[in-house]
């Protein structure tokens, strides 16, 4: 499901008039990043000031013009300076009145020339007439010689009318009507607060879908240019970057500034399209001011729709109109009471938005601190309490290493007894091993003694055995001793029996 985020788009219209084309100037020196005064405009008493962007980040900055796209800072002040000089407004010559007065006043000599000579039959003459004056764009000079070739009354008359007609004429199309026209400025955004960052719709797609939008829908009117700004943020952010685009007024078919007439039959055609209602507004384009709001607002859906389609849909993203509520919020209606003032005296532009985001900052770096001293306490706390069974474990590690040192000394008592014991034991081994051979061998040659009969030789055996004993230990010698008298007992009775059963 795609994501519903907010688009703010608006435009401008700029024409030839003194105030329209100074604003327009200084708007081109803010888009374009001019910091220099410009020579011959008054636009120069209000410098664009570096507060409108972040000169860290103008690297990120892109034009599209004359069909290439580039970086804007690898243009060079003079060269954008120029650019700007050929998109503003040209503004009006000073005899641009009687021109025009005069232009008026010859066109009507041409229609009294033109009944004249359909009256003497010069058809051709008055033809030719007639087709210069429903031409709206530049009419060529060379008409005046084409001219002179026809037959008419009063020749020299009537070709000198052509060329004072034709001079006023041309000189007065190069000029935009007072109130058409010239130029219309456009941009397209996501606010910041959508988080919509440039790793998800770049600048240049920006700029793409801006020029799609404008040969799209307005094919016959040049883009002037198409500038993107990507710069109007902190370092750590990556949102809000977005495109202006300026667009002539001017029809490069009909060489007309009817721009205005001609996105009004844009939006019918759009309503017709969409809602199945032919002519919506009227043709001629002129608009009463409840008409124009709602001009305004199909624009804007034409927009929409068109956006979408050609971009944010893609991306998981879809543009919505803002609710009612905010359409009217305070904060909306001054955003576009503001819409037509210089950039910095705007109370929702860079600057402010980046002072925005220091309070954003300093609000949440004092929450932060708060939530700090609260952890402070609570590891105060805790370092009190580890403090106390520090103290406890120190008392419990002293007992034990008391404990401890007891042991270690009755280990060394032990392993010294135990060293004793061994060498004892060793000298036993080495001193009764071979008395206990001798031992049990005289035993074991008395019982062999026994065995053959002889017992005097049994008992001298066994007294022997006995005598050595005494050179045993004690304990064992008087275990041993009662053994061998045992065996030395047996065999008395043995020998008694044997003598009891000797014939008498």
């Not at 664009?48 to 980040?57: I, P, S």
């Amino acid at each position: 499901m795609n994501q519903d985020i907010h688009q703010y788009h608006s435009k401008n219209n700029y024409t030839s008039q003194s105030d329209s084309r100074l604003k327009c100037e200084a708007s081109l020196k803010h888009s374009l990043r001019i910091t220099s005064t410009l020579a011959d405009s008054q636009a120069m008493a209000k410098p664009t000031k570096k507060l409108e962007w972040n000169d860290a980040l103008s690297a990120n900055n892109l034009i599209w013009c004359n069909g290439r796209l580039s970086q804007l800072d690898t243009w060079s002040e003079e060269t954008r300076m120029e650019l700007l000089y050929r998109i503003a407004p040209v503004p009006r010559i000073k005899n641009q009145k009687r021109l025009q007065t005069q232009h008026r006043q010859y066109k009507q000599k041409m229609k009294k020339a033109i009944v004249s000579e359909l009256k003497t039959d010069n058809t051709e003459a008055a033809e030719f007439l007639q087709a210069v004056l429903d031409t709206d764009g530049h009419v060529s000079y060379s008409k005046v010689d084409k001219f002179g070739r026809l037959t008419m009354q009063r020749k020299k008359q009537r070709i000198k009318m052509l060329e004072t007609y034709l001079n006023a004429h041309n000189q007065v199309h190069r000029r935009a009507p007072t109130n058409a026209v010239y130029l219309q400025e456009g941009i397209f955004k996501v606010p910041h607060q959508w988080q919509v960052g440039s790793d998800t719709v770049s600048l240049k797609e920006y700029i793409e879908l801006t020029r799609k939008f404008l040969t799209y829908h307005f094919p016959q009117y040049p883009i002037k240019a198409i500038i993107g700004h990507d710069d109007e943020r902190s370092i750590e952010q990556n949102t809000g970057c977005h495109p202006h685009y300026f667009l002539s007024g001017r029809n490069n078919e009909t060489g007309e500034f009817d721009l205005h007439k001609r996105q009004i039959q844009v939006v019918n055609e759009y309503i017709h399209r969409v809602y199945s209602v032919k002519n919506f507004f009227p043709k001629n384009g002129k608009l009463t001011r409840e008409e124009s709001q709602d001009f305004g607002r199909f624009f804007q859906k034409m927009v929409k729709d068109f956006v979408n389609e050609h971009l944010f849909h893609a991306k998981g993203l879809n543009v919505v109109f803002a609710p009612e509520t905010e359409r009217r919020s305070k904060r909306r209606k001054k955003m576009n009471r503001e819409a037509r003032l210089p950039k910095t005296e705007r109370s929702h532009n860079y600057h402010t938005h980046q002072l925005e985001l220091i309070q954003d900052k300093i609000e949440l770096t004092e929450k932060k601190h708060e939530n700090l001293l609260g952890e402070q306490a609570k590891v105060e706390q805790q370092l009190i309490q580890l403090t106390d069974d520090t103290a406890q474990a120190q008392v419990q590690l002293s007992q034990l290493q008391v404990e401890r040192d007891t042991i270690q000394i009755e280990v060394s008592d032990l392993k010294a007894e135990s060293s004793r014991l061994s060498t004892l034991t060793q000298n036993l081994m080495q001193a009764l091993v071979p008395k206990l051979v001798d031992i049990f061998k005289k035993v074991l040659l008395s019982i062999n003694a026994r065995d053959k009969g002889v017992m005097k030789q049994q008992s001298e055996y066994l007294s022997s055995a006995l005598n050595s004993m005494l050179d045993l230990p004690p304990e064992l010698a008087d275990k041993m001793t009662g053994e061998i008298a045992l065996l030395q007992e047996s065999d008395n009775q043995l020998a008694n029996q044997s003598i009891d059963k000797t014939p008498k």
